[in-house]
């Protein structure tokens, strides 16, 4: 039987906070993961709190976000569908097909992320 990895929340805020750190703009930076990642080796004596095996996962969800990857670790999965539905804020709408997770793919989270990545009243 497959064993089955839980969400580890510190990457995925971490991830959050420092995935689009090295961005040039909001157009077209196709390095910008990869600076990050470099980023982030930067900052490994300050990271003393993660265990390695997240701190390879932060590196690579950091470095391969924007390649159009779908597989990966669970939480890897995770960070990668939390970027791409904010793509509502450079006028691009999420495609399930760029989605990893099963929930992300869902049309009421699609359409709800949509909207909140471009600042409309969200229905709760």
Same mark, same amino acid.
């Given at each position: 039987?497959?064993?089955?990895?839980?969400?580890?929340? @510190?990457?995925?805020?971490?991830?959050?906070? @420092?995935?689009?750190? =090295?961005?040039?703009?909001?157009?077209?930076? *196709?390095?910008?993961?990869?600076? *990050?990642?470099?980023? %982030? =080796?930067? @900052? &490994?004596?300050? @990271?003393?709190?993660?265990?390695?095996?997240?701190?390879?996962?932060?590196?690579?969800?950091?470095?391969?976000?924007?390649?159009?990857?779908?597989? *990966?670790? %669970?939480?890897?999965?995770?960070?990668?569908?939390?970027?791409? +539905?904010? +793509?509502?804020?450079?006028?691009?709408?999420?495609?399930?097909?760029?989605?990893?997770?099963?929930? *992300? &793919?869902?049309?009421?989270? %699609?359409?709800?992320?949509?909207?909140?990545?471009?600042?409309?009243?969200?229905?709760?």
């Amino acid at each position: 039987m497959k064993e089955c990895k839980k969400f580890n929340n @510190l990457d995925i805020e971490l991830f959050a906070f @420092l995935h689009d750190s =090295k961005r040039s703009n909001d157009g077209v930076d *196709a390095d910008h993961g990869r600076r *990050a990642a470099e980023f %982030i =080796k930067e @900052l &490994k004596d300050n @990271l003393v709190f993660l265990k390695k095996e997240d701190f390879d996962l932060l590196l690579f969800a950091c470095e391969r976000h924007s390649d159009g990857l779908t597989e *990966a670790d %669970i939480t890897v999965q995770t960070c990668w569908d939390a970027d791409r +539905l904010d +793509l509502g804020r450079v006028c691009i709408k999420p495609d399930p097909k760029n989605l990893c997770t099963s929930i *992300a &793919k869902t049309q009421q989270v %699609i359409e709800w992320a949509n909207r909140r990545s471009l600042n409309k009243p969200l229905p709760y």
